[in-house]
């Protein structure tokens, strides 16, 4: 059985904290790695070993070892802002434990136009556990608890929030998964960048073969209060809910190729996705590039590194 190395966190740890960190700023309302991001930023359904944490806490369940990994974004959009944010992600999914769990830390700053001018920055840490359910067989259930920390123009935000999460696996080529993010939502003081929209979000995932497997989420927001205006984007509206889906096809077992798209009503954006990966014995990396094809310029790049302990 593998064993945990706190060495090892330690390092990832220590690498985190010294190299700088830039992302956006309420410009996605959850986190992805290159898999989901190469696939529309579809996968509440799938289980992926770096990436279910984010997406849905209770497929950590199903993953059955531990992993480590780091990720890096960098985002660029239409007013001429760009961001980049920097994560790592540890988690344990040993079958000999009933319950498996997960820890992750984003570092995030923003820079505003081209003089790079950092306008805000945000640390957010999230801790998820997940367990199956004596009945039916196979359901799990998962729940992430979050702290994010939010700075801008000399004033720091502090929230807390909760997300839940279903996921059931029918036969093996079948998957079905419900997630309530953010489900606390945010107080009236918390300004339009930084609030958590609550959102609800319904996930299939399909594997008609061996090599080749189809995801497809949708999601809708739920916000009290009037739509929120994104930084350098469109504002979200409430009463409208966006398409995520993608398509992922293997190659010998080790390599990927993604591709997919996300048609967002909320923020009147449609983006085309694409990625590509590798998966060896010890060392597996992802790449993903998106670009919003309404407005032609904004784009997102996804990278990340992740090992088995």
């Not at 996605?28 to 359904?45: D, E, K, N, Q």
């Not at 000399?154 to 059931?168: K, V």
């Not at 606390?184 to 299939?204: C, H, K, N, Q, Y």
């Not at 205006?229 to 409430?238: L, V």
Request: hydrophobic share 40%; with cysteine; charged share 20%.
């Amino acid at each position: 059985m593998n064993r945990f190395r706190p060495g090892l966190v330690a390092l990832i740890l220590s690498c985190l904290a010294i190299w700088p960190s830039l992302t956006i700023a309420g410009e996605r309302p959850y986190r992805t790695g290159p898999i989901a991001a190469g696939l529309g930023g579809a996968g509440r359904a799938a289980v992926d070993a770096t990436e279910s944490a984010w997406l849905n806490p209770a497929g950590l369940v199903h993953i059955q070892r531990y992993h480590a990994a780091f990720s890096a974004q960098q985002s660029s959009q239409e007013s001429g802002d760009s961001f980049r944010d920097y994560a790592v992600m540890l988690a344990d999914g040993d079958p000999e434990r009933t319950t498996a769990g997960a820890f992750s830390y984003v570092n995030r700053r923003t820079l505003r136009g081209g003089a790079g001018e950092v306008v805000g920055s945000q640390q957010d840490i999230q801790l998820s556990f997940a367990s199956f359910v004596p009945f039916p067989r196979r359901l799990s259930v998962g729940a992430t608890f979050r702290h994010l920390i939010h700075q801008e123009y000399g004033g720091d935000i502090s929230q807390n929030n909760f997300t839940l999460g279903l996921l059931m696996p029918m036969g093996r080529k079948w998957g079905f998964a419900v997630v309530g993010s953010d489900l606390a939502g945010a107080s009236d003081a918390v300004s339009p960048e930084a609030r958590m929209i609550p959102t609800l979000a319904v996930g299939l995932h399909i594997v008609p073969h061996q090599l080749l497997r189809i995801r497809a989420d949708w999601v809708k927001a739920f916000e009290q209060e009037a739509p929120i205006s994104r930084p350098g984007g469109p504002s979200a509206d409430s009463g409208r809910s966006d398409l995520r889906m993608g398509l992922e096809s293997w190659f010998r077992e080790d390599f990927s190729f993604r591709v997919g798209g996300a048609w967002l009503e909320s923020r009147d954006q449609m983006w085309v996705t694409t990625g590509l990966g590798f998966r060896g014995p010890k060392l597996s990396f992802g790449y993903a590039f998106e670009r919003d094809v309404r407005s032609g310029e904004a784009t997102r790049h996804t990278f990340d590194l992740w090992m088995p302990l």
